[in-house]
């Protein structure tokens, strides 16, 4: 048995299409080009290759992108008073502050400075909260991307028996409470988890958001589940040449695509997706605030 290939960049073409289509038509109906501001702390390499990557596609879907790229040093008081601005400005819907930032500054601080309407990436309190009460809500990014590979793989989820490995803010957390609203039985497993390979080989469906690179085996994995592998880890690859890595993650892709029934692999799987969503995100956040009707099947 040899699972199915999930291709995350070929969904994450037919979500910015979706986007694009519904830019298009909000502009000619309304006059409304949805816009997004992305603010960058700093030269951190990854990113500056994200936000370009960011920027690029906000384009590409019609909207605006708005770039604001600030020293490493410059202080909590002016980037406060960036977010402040941004929260004002009736051109600008969704904003982003790339994570991680410089020591100095309080991201926490930070992210609550943001207009939850505005929050794209999902992480305000507010917008915590409301999810997690079951209520409308800015969506995390990446957890959003799963929940939607996962609903076209399957079509309903009801019932079925979903493990996630990993208990972070960002993945694992609003992962299970997404889940939970499609009516699976959820168990957040994590480093501290008893037994953790039987937990895992109960499950119809695996997320793997850990952050360590190939843990899971396919040993771990019930056959014919679904494993979504949202880790991205860089580690040596020496058969490519001294000094040379590669891409993989936190599944062990080897043993597990012979055993599962389905997979996302890395890279190409739940990676395409985060963008995709942010821009959806930033659609729906648009249609929310001019009271437009939001776009079907990119929001929850």
Known sequence: MTAEII???AFAAKVRAQVAAHVAVIRESHGVIPGLAVVLVGEDPASQVYVRAKGKQTVEVGM?????????????ADLLALIKRLNG????HGILVQLPLPGHLNEDLVISSIDPAKDVDGFHISNVGLLGTGQKSMVPCTPLGCLMMLRDHHGSLSGMDAVIIGRSNIVGKPMAQLLLGDSCMVTIAHSRTRDLPDVVRRADIVVAAVG???MVP????????TVVDVGIN?????EKGEGKTRLVGDVDFASVVQVAG???P?????????????LANTLTACCRAGGMPEPEGLTV
């Open 64 to 76: 605006n992108s708005y770039e604001h790229k600030l020293d490493a040093d410059t202080s909590e």
């Open 266 to 278: 890395v890279p190409g799987g739940v990676g395409p997706m985060t963008i995709a969503c942010l």
């Open 234 to 238: 860089r580690i040596d690859a020496p």
């Open 262 to 264: 389905a997979i996302t």
């Open 212 to 214: 360590r690179p190939e």
């Open 218 to 225: 396919g040993d771990w994995i019930k056959p014919g589940a």
């Open 7 to 9: 291709d995350g960049k």
């Open 89 to 92: 400005d009736a051109d600008v």
